[in-house]
């Protein structure tokens, strides 16, 4: 603002800073704050132009000040370099005033859904001064925002807004939760193996972690001794970005016995198996299925250039798989086309060509919460095991994880912890070395 003479005709400029009697008082850190500022407005001889008042009702006046720039047609500002949610957000939007924002945090979700100002990055000075200048210059854009946070407030972050959302939450946890073994029908399948009392978890990864041919599968034989004589409470699973079709060549092609759950396809589908028969969660399904918009996704996808729908075995209903050229991938382009529901969505970019959208409910981590809420597995009775950053998901909460010895980039700077174990050998014999470290094998 003290550089641009431009902004300072086009308005004044005011700065909450805090409750203040005497600076020369204060803590060290907010007096060197509040001496900056006093110095940069004497620099810039803004004097007339510029506030900095020294107190303010906090119960009773703040809305009353956003009401005010409003009624002014001004522009709140809020730069932090990161902002966990964004309530001064939400605050001014109510009040009918459009906002200039950092990008960083709560306020990416807030201005997308309520469609009430700018997000900019708070350390580049021409992205903010271009988005003050846009809304204080352009009259139907400033009352564009306005009446957009008005509405949108309202109908996304009100009290009521919230508590409907979240009682539909509930109602649709309870019904996927209530959804059991009994309640759905696998026809001609004998699930007596299923129905076994399971307590305990392992889970792996399988390309890098279960198998790494590069390594000559360093370990698996010890492993898939293991895992053949297991007892029955321990149930085993196999969680891959493959599709089905995929993760049971790995099983003929190795010889692995056979786990009692598959999560595959980026933790979208879960299926039971029994012999030969994999049978799909149809509870897993219905839960992501909620907000899910699958052919609205793929409509304004139309819009992107750079981006090649993979072959139909490739998809499912609740993963859209693109080819990509990496060297025009734009990741806020997509925001952009995806609209005000791109944070319902994960966007998974692989290997430099491989481009996922699924649902933001739909991960690993997730689907192994929901099989031990299913299945009464105690989360901390969960082993997962991984190699990369895709793998950190399923160490959530109490579950315990195992990093393998030839872990990607992304996990280099992980260190042994009580919660997850980094181990110095590679890919099945990592795990081993991990159930040793847990003490589930000797």
Not at 146 to 174: C, T
Not at 223 to 250: C, P
Not at 331 to 356: A, C, M
Not at 429 to 441: A, F, R
């Amino acid at each position: 603002y003290g550089k641009d003479k431009k902004l300072q005709s086009l308005a004044n400029l005011v700065i909450f800073a805090g409750i203040r009697k005497d600076i020369a008082k204060m803590p060290e850190s907010e007096k060197n704050v509040l001496t900056d500022l006093l110095l940069l407005m004497d620099k810039y001889d803004l004097y007339g132009k510029m506030a900095i008042p020294k107190k303010h009702d906090v119960e009773n006046e703040v809305s009353i000040i956003y009401r005010y720039a409003a009624e002014k047609r001004g522009v709140f500002v809020n730069l932090a370099l990161h902002e966990n949610f964004g309530l001064t957000v939400i605050e001014s939007a109510s009040s009918g005033l459009p906002v200039v924002v950092t990008k960083n945090g709560g306020p990416s979700e807030i201005i997308p859904v309520c469609q009430n100002g700018e997000l900019v990055d708070p350390q580049e000075e021409s992205q903010i001064k271009k988005a003050l200048r846009n809304i204080l210059t352009d009259e139907n854009q400033w009352k564009y925002y306005s009446n957009n946070g008005a509405i949108n407030i309202q109908k996304h972050y009100s009290w009521v807004s919230h508590v409907n959302q979240y009682v539909d939450l509930i109602n649709e946890n309870l019904s996927v939760s209530s959804a059991g073994i009994k309640k759905q029908h696998y026809p001609n399948i004998n699930i007596d193996r299923l129905k076994r009392k399971i307590d305990h978890l392992l889970v792996s990864d399988i390309d890098g972690t279960l198998i790494e041919p590069k390594l000559s599968n360093p370990g698996l034989k010890e492993l898939k001794s293991h895992l053949t004589n297991r007892t029955d409470k321990m149930a085993f699973a196999m969680a891959s970005g493959r599709n089905l079709e995929l993760v049971k060549q790995v099983i003929d092609e190795e010889e692995f016995p056979l786990p009692d759950f598959i999560i595959c396809s980026v933790g979208t589908e879960i299926y039971y198996t029994n012999g030969k028969d994999y049978i799909l969660d149809k509870g897993w399904a219905k839960f992501l299925s909620g907000r899910w918009k699958r052919e609205d996704i793929v409509n304004r996808l139309k819009a992107i250039k750079w981006i090649k729908l993979q072959e139909e075995d490739a998809q499912n209903p609740y993963k859209i798989s693109y080819y990509y050229e990496k060297e025009h991938y734009d990741h806020e382009e997509l925001i952009r086309v995806l609209g005000t529901g791109w944070y319902k969505v994960n966007i998974i970019p692989s290997h430099g060509q491989f481009l996922d959208f699924i649902p933001k409910r739909a991960s690993k981590g997730n689907a192994i919460k929901f099989l031990c809420r299913k299945w009464s597995i105690p989360l901390s009775n969960v082993i997962a095991a991984g190699d990369s950053g895709n793998d950190v998901d399923m160490f959530r909460g109490p579950v315990k994880g195992i990093i393998v010895g030839n872990r990607s980039a992304e996990l280099a700077a992980y260190e042994t912890t009580k919660s997850i174990y980094v181990a110095a050998t590679s890919a099945s014999e990592g795990i081993l070395e991990g159930l040793k470290h847990y003490k589930v094998i000797k």
